[in-house]
Structures are given as structure tokens and as C-alpha cells.
């Protein structure tokens, strides 16, 4: 990881200003209405230098332009709402805009592709300074600088209802090297990378403490995540999984089926039934799980595997590989077979430790319920 984060125990309130520097003297908050949108934009676009060849025109005209010569185009795009999908209380913004920025390019590695360019769009409520704008900006320019990102546009909107932000992520592959989430077959074995339920362990534990915060009165309240840092970095730090793409593509592995774990392992799993018209059988036993997840669902005396199953936000890779590739992939590191895909007919469902099933439901995340 870069050292260049804030540290995770602090936290931003847009509020107040000076939480966003430290030292002992601190600049006047320049207005954002001072610069206006066109200078807010060069503001905060320019030490975003362009990497890529395919980027032939970036932020400074009425449209990127970009060639992508025989590589197929590949177009995602993620709305960010304050109060709906993060809480400045405990949020710090350079994590947002870099949590921002990689979700976006998860989505683009799990069609099997490579982020190239992205834009961003804000609406920013009175409430915001500069100060805080390009914080959050300094977050998204790291993601860009770690992955190879060009940033090549976006707009700018006033907001009455806090802070919004909607990033577009623009990818390439080549035409045969693309995967859906329909090609999975029967006796295809079942993959994630990574380990899951850490992102949401990391949420409950930074709700956990903002509410202790709360309750104490104390402004100097200081939150307790010692021995906890893996799973709050899951929560406000996640990584796209780039490298899983490159070591499957190094092994000569190609997915049948794809997709990132952003809702929870169990939306997923359905999501790639539904669309591959199949079945699937997962093992409880094999579902990867760090230490510090168990632990924190135990003290908070939560049910280790539905948080694992259920919690989302993991942003790790689910996928689906013929059985023929099963040497292969066993010998990729960060890599678990949880389970196989199996006829329609039979259902998708999770092999207990005692060889009962369950029926896999989906309740992963959900933004119209989940409020």
C-alpha cells in the first residue's frame, strides 16, 4: 500500500475545514464559487498527466477523444451518495476518492480488461471548500497513478443534498479475451480471490466507534483499531484485483465466467447462475476468510459466514473455470475453488460443514433498502 493515505483513525468533517490540514498555519478556504467550474476543473485536473497512447485528447475540450484501434471499448460507470454509500463522519476523503476511482476499475478487470481512462462528475453541497474537493481529488489521482489511469473529463454541479459523485471508467480488451457472466458450464469449478467479509467487518467496526464517539461527548475521542487495521483498510481502501487478472492470463487460464464481489458473494453467485441458466454448489469450509473478520464478528456476536457471504464491498474476483484447468489454477496463490457449477435443475446452494444445504438467498447489498 502507499504510504501517502491519511491514516486510517483520522477522520473528515466537512464541517470543519481545518480537519482537512495539519500544521500550525493553515490557508484561508478558497471559495469554490471564485474559481468557477471552469477554473475549479483545471484546479483540480492539473497534475493529471496522460499515460496512455489510446488517450488523444483529455480534460480541456468539449470531449475526450480516445482510439482504441482493434480493442473492444469496455464502459462502466458507479454513483457515490453522501448518506446512501459513505458517511463523511467517519470517511476520510482522500479514501473516498480513491475507493471512488477503483471500484470503477474492479469492474473493468472483471469483464477481463484494463482501465484506461476515467471521468468524473461531483455534486457539491455549500458546505464543501476547495480544501475539501481537492482532498478527495488527491484520492482519485492516487488510484489513477497506482493503476495506469488517465482522468479525461468530468462536470461539475452545485447539490442540496450533500456530496455526489459519479465516476465513469472506460476500458479496453481484446475481442476474444473479453468474459461475461454467461459462459459458466457444469462442472465448472467455482473461484474467488482473496478472502471476504472483511470490508464489511470494517464497516461495522468504524459505525461501531462513531457511535461510541457519539455517545461519550468527547471531542478528543479517539477510536480503537488496534489490531484491527486489515479489515478497516478492506472497508476504506479496497484494491481492484489486477494482479489476479495478470497471474490467470500468465497461468494461460481464461474464465468461462466473471464478475466482481461489490454486493456480496451470495448476489454474485446468482448473478452468474441466472445469467449462465445453471446451478451451483459452494462449501462453507472453503470460503476464504482472514483472522481479523473472525474475530470481529465474533466480538460483535455476528454469524462469521453470513457476514462472509452477504457483506459485499469485498471488490475481489468471482469466477468460473473449466474443470480440465483445475492443476492450473491450484497453483495460482490468492486463489480458492469454493465449490462448482452444476445443472439448472439443481439449485444453487452452500454444503454446510455437516453436509447439509442451504439455499443461497440474495441479500448482498441493496441501495434501496440498504439506507
Keep these: ?20 490540514t495539519s500544521g500550525q498555519a493553515k490557508p484561508e478556504p478558497v471559495e469554490i464559487a471564485d ?6 476543473i483545471e484546479r483540480l485536473t492539473k497534475d493529471f498527466p496522460l499515460k496512455n497512447e489510446s488517450t488523444k485528447k483529455g480534460v480541456g475540450d468539449d470531449a475526450a477523444v480516445l482510439s482504441f484501434g482493434n480493442k473492444e471499448a469496455l464502459v462502466t460507470t458507479d454513483l457515490l451518495l453522501e448518506g446512501i454509500h ?34 468524473v462528475s461531483l455534486g457539491i453541497s455549500s458546505r464543501f471548500t476547495l480544501r475539501h474537493i481537492e482532498e478527495l ?20 454541479s452545485a447539490s442540496v443534498t450533500g456530496l455526489v459523485i459519479s465516476i465513469t471508467c472506460l476500458g479496453e480488451a481484446d475481442k476474444e479475451e473479453i468474459v461475461y457472466r454467461d459462459g459458466a458450464k457444469p462442472t465448472d469449478l467455482i473461484c474467488v480471490s482473496g478472502d471476504l467479509g472483511a470490508a464489511y467487518m470494517g464497516l461495522q467496526l468504524l459505525e461501531r466507534e462513531n457511535r461510541v464517539a457519539a455517545q461519550s461527548g468527547n471531542p478528543d475521542f479517539q477510536p480503537d483499531f488496534s489490531g484491527k487495521e486489515y479489515i478497516l483498510e478492506r472497508q476504506l481502501k479496497p484494491e481492484a484485483r489486477k494482479d489476479i487478472i495478470q497471474a490467470l492470463k500468465e497461468a494461460g487460464i481464461k474464465p ?7 454486493d456480496g458473494l451470495s448476489s454474485e453467485l446468482l448473478h452468474i447462475c441466472k445469467d449462465s441458466d445453471t446451478g451451483c454448489r459452494v462449501y462453507e469450509e472453503k470460503i476464504p476468510i482472514d483472522y481479523q473478520t473472525a474475530v470481529m464478528a465474533e466480538e460483535l456476536n455476528m454469524n462469521l459466514v453470513t457476514c462472509a457471504m452477504n457483506g459485499g464491498e469485498d471488490y475481489e474476483l468471482l469466477f468460473t473455470v ?7 489454477i491450484s497453483k495460482l496463490r490468492g486463489i480458492s475453488v469454493i ?3 452444476t445443472k439448472p435443475e439443481l439449485g444453487c446452494a452452500m454444503v454446510t460443514r455437516d453436509g447439509a444445504e442451504i439455499p443461497i438467498m440474495a441479500q448482498g447489498w441493496n441501495a434501496f433498502v440498504n439506507k
Design 256 to 262: 468461462t465466467a466473471m464478475m466482481d464481489v461489490s
Design 137 to 156: 481529488y488527491s484520492g482519485i489521482r492516487l488510484a489513477c497513478e497506482v493503476y495506469g489511469v488517465d482522468l479525461v473529463g468530468g462536470d461539475t
Design 322 to 328: 473449466p474443470l480440465t484447468d483445475h492443476d492450473k
Design 1 to 20: 500500500m502507499e504510504n501517502e493515505n491519511k491514516d486510517p483513525k483520522e477522520t473528515v468533517n466537512p464541517e470543519t475545514p481545518e480537519n482537512v
Design 86 to 119: 459513505f458517511d463523511l463522519r467517519y470517511v476520510p476523503l482522500k479514501h473516498l476518492g480513491y475507493k471512488a476511482a477503483v471500484v470503477n476499475f474492479s469492474d473493468v478487470y472483471a469483464m477481463n480488461g484494463t482501465p484506461k481512462q476515467i471521468t
Design 339 to 341: 465449490g462448482y457449477v
Design 35 to 40: 474559481l468557477g467550474e471552469f477554473g475549479l
